[in-house]
């Protein structure tokens, strides 16, 4: 843990608002120097409080108008199923996030597709054969919601 004052605390704010803001921008905003932000910035950086900046992508522009949320249960549990079962959902491109959770399902996964019909075919073809699989339930995402982290 780092110790976070209000200007840190307002400048990660800012900056989940917008990664690609620049100091002086950032600064104005915080009412530092365009070199104290760019300071505190770097600090909150190398503290690993900043673990990167990303550009986030329309997937409905590029495309991609179905996301599915899936719960899956392993059907056999142990080391080796685990192992083998998230290096084979890694190698499918449809699936965005993979999340290994305690809880009703061993993993959460994110997928992405076209339509619905492209969905069934990577479910049927590519989760459902994975090493492991038991149960799934699949949640598709009618409306999303994006919020920062309350800082």
Same mark, same amino acid.
């Given at each position: 843990?780092?110790?976070?004052?209000?200007?840190?605390?307002? $400048?990660?704010?800012? #900056?989940?608002?917008? /990664?690609?803001?620049?100091?002086? =921008?950032?600064? @104005? *905003? !915080?009412?530092?120097?365009?070199?104290?932000?760019?300071?505190?910035?770097?600090?909150?950086?190398?503290?690993?409080?900043?673990?990167?900046?990303?550009?986030?992508?329309?997937?409905?522009?590029?495309?991609?108008?179905?996301?599915?949320? $899936?719960?899956?249960? #392993?059907?056999?549990? /142990?080391?080796?199923?685990?192992? =083998?079962?998230? @290096? *084979? !959902?890694?190698?499918?491109?449809?699936?965005?996030?993979?999340?290994?959770?305690?809880?009703?399902?061993?993993?959460?996964?994110?997928?992405?597709?076209?339509?619905?019909?492209?969905?069934?075919?990577?479910?049927?073809?590519?989760?459902?054969?994975?090493?492991?699989?038991?149960?799934?339930?699949?949640?598709?995402?009618?409306?999303?919601?994006?919020?920062?982290?309350?800082?």
């Amino acid at each position: 843990m780092i110790d976070l004052d209000d200007t840190d605390r307002a $400048l990660l704010r800012a #900056l989940q608002g917008d /990664g690609s803001a620049k100091a002086s =921008d950032l600064g @104005r *905003a !915080v009412g530092l120097s365009q070199p104290a932000t760019w300071r505190r910035v770097k600090r909150l950086e190398d503290a690993g409080v900043i673990a990167g900046r990303r550009v986030v992508l329309d997937a409905a522009k590029l495309g991609f108008g179905v996301t599915v949320f $899936l719960g899956i249960k #392993l059907a056999t549990k /142990g080391r080796v199923s685990l192992e =083998d079962f998230e @290096r *084979a !959902v890694s190698a499918i491109p449809e699936v965005q996030l993979v999340q290994h959770v305690l809880g009703m399902y061993d993993y959460r996964l994110k997928v992405v597709a076209p339509d619905l019909s492209d969905f069934e075919r990577v479910l049927r073809r590519r989760i459902m054969t994975l090493p492991g699989v038991g149960d799934v339930e699949a949640n598709v995402l009618l409306s999303e919601e994006k919020r920062p982290l309350p800082i």
